[in-house]
Structure formats: structure tokens, C-alpha cells
């Protein structure tokens, strides 16, 4: 069965395409909570239409995505923590805390796009994350965990 995203579904799709599912999970999950339409060949058509509008404003997304990926790789943010005398941190560096340091640098960031590449930050060092800024477009950048 063929549906129409209203929203981003995670390890199905982008708000704005056409997908196909299975009918069960189509009319029992995403139908129902407004994930999705069922696509209709009057869905479809006015879709296309959508889709051709959209072009010109979907680039410039695009754009700005890899100019913000290209100012987060030259970025390196610094994250004070408390630490114990042995150099091992109280708790551990999240990605609520990169974001605050991130925003503080004037990079609006929201904490569910950040993900740590490292297992843990326990101890002080220099440290990558990366960024889900728009469609398949990640930056990454480093960040030091130092004692405050």
C-alpha cells in the first residue's frame, strides 16, 4: 500500500514522500496517529505539484545545511564538567550539554540531532560528535571535556 508522510518517520521516511507499507501498518499505526494519507491518485497528482513549488526552497535547505556542516567541522567546543581527583568525571558529558555549549557559541542545535561517537565521556579529553542537520546532510565536529 502506498501512503503520503505528513511527518518524519524514523527508518521509513521524510515528511513529503511516498512510501509503501504494509496495509496493516498503514491503517492501524500511521493513518490514525497523522503520520501519513493513504496516496490516492488525487493525493499523488497534488503531491506532484507540491513537489515541483517546493524545488527552488529545497535547495536552499540543502545549502544551508552544508554551510552549517562546513562551520560545525572548523568548531571545537569546550564542556566544562566537575571531575574527582583521580580525573574521572561526576556523571558523564551528554548531548544536552553540547548543546547548550553549542548555542552559547550562537549554533542553534537541538539536543536529538547531536550523537556522541565515543561509547562514554568519563574522563577528560578531546571527543567527536555528529550532527543530523537536514535529509542524509551530518557535520561533525570535536569537542574537549575539560575540569572546571
Do not use: W
Not at 493513518?31 to 507540491?50: C, D, I, L, N, R
Not at 526552497?57 to 574527582?84: F, H, M, R
Not at 580525573?87 to 537541538?110: C, F, W
Amino acid at each position: 500500500m502506498e501512503i503520503l508522510l505528513k511527518k518524519d518517520v524514523a527508518n521509513l521516511g521524510y515528511a513529503g514522500e511516498i512510501v509503501k507499507v504494509k496495509a496493516g501498518y498503514a491503517m492501524n499505526y500511521l493513518v490514525p496517529q497523522g503520520f501519513a494519507t493513504v496516496a490516492t491518485e488525487s493525493v499523488k497528482k497534488q503531491h506532484a505539484e507540491t513537489l515541483r513549488q517546493r524545488a527552488h526552497k529545497e535547495a536552499k535547505l540543502v545549502a544551508d545545511a552544508e554551510a552549517l556542516a562546513a562551520t560545525l567541522s572548523a568548531q571545537t567546543v569546550e564542556v566544562k564538567v566537575k571531575v574527582s581527583e583521580s580525573g574521572k568525571l561526576y556523571g558523564s558529558v551528554t548531548t544536552m550539554d553540547l548543546a547548550e555549549a553549542l548555542n552559547a557559541k550562537g549554533l542553534s542545535i537541538d539536543k536529538k540531532d547531536i550523537t556522541i561517537l565515543a561509547d562514554d565521556v568519563k574522563e577528560c579529553g578531546e571527543y567527536e560528535a555528529a550532527v543530523k542537520l537536514y535529509k542524509g546532510i551530518k557535520g561533525n565536529f570535536k569537542f574537549n571535556v575539560v575540569a572546571e
